[in-house]
């Protein structure tokens, strides 16, 4: 099976929830590798900072839609991460904080998005 056909198989199984949780895992992947360059090696680092920018920044857009059917607190929430990873991460660009905030967030939105074992999914 080619690669094209087994990533159509897998949208086409994946429910939204998983679809998000497996872009976070790369882009987090990215930004661990990413975290292994040195500081000042900012080409090994800016593919990676400026994916997980991108992500975020597409989230904050997509929470700012008034027909977003997210709870408003969660996607004003979603909105404050989206603006404290651009500007993060533009401080980790420049050298002066580090990655693994990022790293540490994107950990945190990947919990939330896994999905509950199955003994506790029948027990709700």
């Known amino acids: 099976m080619s690669l094209r056909a087994y990533q159509q198989a897998a949208t086409r199984t994946e429910n939204p929830r998983e679809t ?4 976070f895992a790369q882009v987090t992947l990215a930004l661990i590798e990413a975290a292994k ?4 090696d900012i080409p090994a680092r800016i593919d990676a900072l400026d994916w997980n920018r991108r992500v975020w920044s597409a989230l904050g857009e997509d929470c700012s839609d008034p ?9 004003a929430s ?10 993060h991460t ?3 660009i420049r050298g002066q904080d580090q990655i693994e905030t990022l790293i540490e967030i994107n950990r945190s ?4 998005l896994m999905p509950a074992p199955p003994a506790a999914s029948a027990a709700a």
Do not use: H, T
């Open 37 to 40: 360059a040195d500081v000042n």
């Open 20 to 23: 998000e949780y497996r872009l």
């Open 67 to 75: 027909g977003n059917a997210l709870p408003a607190q969660l996607r």
């Open 90 to 92: 533009s401080k980790v």
């Open 109 to 112: 939105i990947m919990q939330g």
């Open 78 to 87: 979603i909105i404050s991460l989206a603006i404290f990873v651009g500007r």
